[in-house]
């Protein structure tokens, strides 16, 4: 079940990452942009890891951090970020219990199958806490750079 809503704070959290412990605080320094992925190295978690890559250096001049968190390990996460060179940190959820707070932990159909997994999920959160837009099964063509219309629209 979600905890979140827009307008509202998002929730507080500390998650281990590929650049040292993250707290989730406010206020902050800069905006931040949360993106739920599945899976490490699948076809669309690396499509999507690479356009926020891509769109890195237009998301610092709109003072907004990235943050990429699934529930793979940081090893697999270090391995991940450096073969794809992200210029951002990946945090390591495998109790999901960010992701159960995010309302982004949900039951999946595949191929048949019923299981627990990330429903690929977006949150931009403003530099006082406030989550300001959040993008919920999301599709990853075009998706970073909607996103980034967003942070420059704050």
């Avoid at 739920?36 to 076809?43: A, G, V």
């Avoid at 090893?75 to 794809?84: L, V």
């Avoid at 959040?134 to 998706?143: P, Q």
């Amino acid at each position: 079940m979600a905890t979140v809503r827009v307008g509202a704070k998002a929730p507080k959290f500390t998650l281990p990452t590929t650049a040292g412990e993250f707290r989730m605080s406010a206020p902050r320094d800069s905006g931040l942009v949360i993106y739920f992925y599945p899976r490490d190295n699948t076809p669309g978690c690396t499509l999507e890891g690479a356009d926020f890559r891509d769109l890195a250096p237009a998301f610092r001049r709109a003072k907004t951090e990235i943050l990429g968190i699934s529930t793979d390990t940081i090893e697999s996460h270090q391995r991940f970020r450096d073969k794809m060179k992200f210029p951002f940190a990946l945090g390591s959820d495998e109790d999901h219990a960010v992701a159960s707070r995010f309302g982004v932990w949900k039951q999946k159909n595949m191929y048949g199958r019923k299981m627990m997994g990330i429903e690929r999920s977006t949150f931009l959160i403003d530099a006082n806490g406030i989550l300001r837009q959040e993008w919920r099964k999301v599709r990853v063509a075009g998706h970073a750079a909607q996103v980034l219309a967003a942070a420059r629209g704050r």
